[in-house]
């Protein structure tokens, strides 16, 4: 007591003593006892009800640690008290540093501790070969295996360490200190850490603010990390191996993360393996960030052919070897054409398919990380080279009378997408004529100067055929047994006949596709058939065909449903047979690629497929 106490709240002569109340004369009354009674219920009932907000996070964890709290009116004018956010940030240019140096290996590990409510964690991370850190447990123990008391259930063990004391037996600060300092003197990783960094997600818990400060004293962290972007300080919502995987992501990358893939020489056709860079060395995430990088790749010689799509942290010898296979993903590619890939970095080693790819791009499929293939074994498989096939020319007739604009516009754009799909296959190597025939009444079509039969386009490149075929237009048909087929034979065999072979391709294959739905005429009326006014017989032109070695098949989209067989059917699939000898298409069942598989020769490989995407196109 003040030996001359001043009044008014003025500050004593002799000491910093403040009296703010006014002064009182005798004794306590009961009424003054009871309220200095109930001032320090509240204060208690409000410090556990703080603890027990911080620790429980939620209305229903409050309900079921209420027995807990101590008893006693809280001040409803004032809230909760909640701690002041006083946490490190998550990023520093210290933490950046400590990456650098741990991928480079100026520094053989880093060790993270952390005080969660559940353990003490301890994680030490060290950088493989190839600059990728990978975290393993390094000594993590249960709060319950340093302190009996805080052994059983979580909730109580929560409150505890957010500061509570509540109606348990108390939990002596000395003894928390002693314990937890033996504990860290003692731990085998701890104590020796060169590097050690702690990561501090949790503000005002008590306890854990307390082993914090413990930590600081005897072993003075490199550096300190608080929660993430969107992290609640609070209560984080990952663990610390999730956290400290995700500080790991900011990383630098040591070394290029490529793409494994072939690539074939256009001249020689020898097939060579091939790296190409996703994400060079030296890049770098921010925390929660990722990086996109997409590559376009190509199909090889079968069509929809599953292709395998290693991701490695550098780059692989001559013999497969000093590369970390990171992922390995199969896809399916088209023969030939072109598939846009896209792949996201999340952090050093962890590559993966960008699953919100825009639409038509390849999606690769799962592989597991288990299966990660041998990659000396996959580039000792590849194959030693390509073999091109021979020059190629394909002729195709294409039926122009029909019932309407629709039946013959399915033919013509089946007609397109064969040659097309030839074009992708075969490329420099590849020449197409066309032979549009109409009806012989040829007074129906009206879509020229003067009556047209026959529309044609010489052997030439395929896009000059495509565009010749925009300006067809159907005509209606005024029969439905026979067509001017036969006509459409004899202009392709003075097409073929006209067309010598180029002299620096003596191999080259011709073969033609017969598109429609009738049978060609007979040279003269048999039964119900109707003859062909010019006379031409197809069968003889088809054998005159076969003897200039054209390859003749048949894509027909006759009728097969069920009816009473006569003349005309009779005389419709043996013409169909004849003409589909070489090779028989339905519509419906084969496709347009379907068809040019079955048209162009074969492309091989000198060896077993390859197993992977090629790195450029084969034409």
């Not at 490190?88 to 741990?102: E, G, V, Y």
């Not at 520094?107 to 190839?130: L, N, Q, W, Y």
């Amino acid at each position: 007591m003040c030996a001359t106490p001043d009044t008014g709240g003025q500050e004593c002569a002799g000491c910093s003593w403040r009296m703010w109340d006014d002064p009182v004369l005798g004794a306590l009354t009961d009424d003054d006892r009871e309220a200095a009674r109930t001032a320090l219920r509240t204060a208690q009932h409000t410090w556990d009800l703080r603890a027990a907000t911080l620790s429980q996070g939620d209305a229903e964890g409050l309900r079921r640690i209420a027995p807990l709290l101590r008893a006693g009116p809280a001040d409803p004018a004032k809230p909760v008290p909640h701690p002041e956010d006083s946490l490190p940030p998550h990023d520093s240019a210290r933490w950046q540093q400590i990456l650098t140096d741990l991928v480079d290996g100026r520094i053989p590990d880093v060790v993270f501790a952390e005080f969660t409510p559940d353990r003490v964690r301890v994680i030490r991370a060290a950088a493989d070969s190839s600059g990728i850190p990978r975290q393993t447990d390094a000594g993590s123990t249960d709060w319950g295996a340093l302190l009996p008391v805080l052994e059983g259930d979580a909730e109580p063990r929560r409150f505890r360490l957010a500061g509570g004391i509540g109606t348990q037996e108390p939990l002596e600060r000395a003894e928390f200190d002693a314990a937890l300092t033996r504990w860290l003197r003692t731990h085998p990783v701890l104590s020796r850490a060169r590097t050690l960094v702690m990561l501090g997600r949790r503000s005002g818990w008590v306890l854990l603010d307390r082993a914090a400060a413990l930590l600081r004293s005897l072993h003075r962290p490199s550096a300190e990390i608080g929660p993430g972007p969107g992290e609640a300080a609070g209560i984080p919502g990952t663990d610390t191996e999730d956290a400290v995987r995700a500080a790991l992501r900011t990383a630098p990358l040591a070394v290029d993360h490529s793409l494994l893939l072939a690539r074939v020489d256009r001249r020689t056709g020898e097939v060579h393996a091939h790296t190409q860079v996703l994400f060079p060395a030296g890049s770098r995430l921010r925390r929660g960030e990722t990086a996109t990088a997409e590559i376009t790749v190509y199909g090889g010689l079968a069509a929809r052919a599953p292709v395998l799509l290693p991701v490695l942290a550098g780059a692989p010898g001559a013999d497969g070897s000093g590369a970390v296979t990171l992922s390995a993903r199969r896809t399916a590619l088209a023969a030939f054409a072109p598939a846009r890939l896209a792949f996201v970095l999340h952090g050093p080693g962890e590559v993966t398919p960008d699953e919100g790819a825009a639409p038509g791009t390849a999606r690769p499929e799962g592989h597991a990380r288990g299966e990660l293939p041998d990659i000396p074994a996959l580039l000792g498989s590849l194959p030693r080279r390509v073999i091109h096939p021979p020059a190629l020319e394909v002729f195709l007739t294409v039926e122009l009378s029909g019932t309407g604009p629709a039946e013959t516009g399915e033919r013509l754009t089946f007609v397109r997408d064969v040659i097309t799909a030839l074009d992708r296959r075969h490329g420099p190597g590849l020449r197409v004529g066309v032979v549009g025939h109409y009806d012989h009444a040829v007074h129906e079509n009206r879509y020229g100067p003067r009556p047209v039969l026959l529309r044609r386009v010489p052997a030439g490149p395929a896009r000059t055929a495509l565009a010749e075929l925009t300006g067809w237009r159907p005509a209606r048909r005024a029969q439905d047994t026979a067509s001017s087929l036969e006509d459409a034979l004899r202009e392709v065999g003075r097409l073929v006949k006209g067309r010598a072979r180029p002299a620096r391709a003596p191999h080259t294959e011709r073969v033609l596709l017969v598109v429609g739905r009738r049978p060609p005429g007979l040279p003269e009326q048999h039964e119900v058939v109707p003859s062909c006014p010019l006379g031409a017989d197809w069968r003889a032109e088809l054998d005159a065909l076969h003897a200039r070695g054209v390859r003749v098949m048949a894509r027909t989209d006759r009728e097969t449903g069920p009816g009473k067989p006569g003349p005309v059917q009779h005389y419709a699939l043996s013409a169909w047979d004849a003409l589909g000898a070489g090779g028989s298409f339905r519509p419906g069942t084969d496709t347009a690629d379907d068809v040019a598989d079955a048209l162009a020769p074969p492309w091989q490989w000198d060896g077993l497929p390859c197993p992977l995407a090629l790195a450029t196109p084969l034409l």
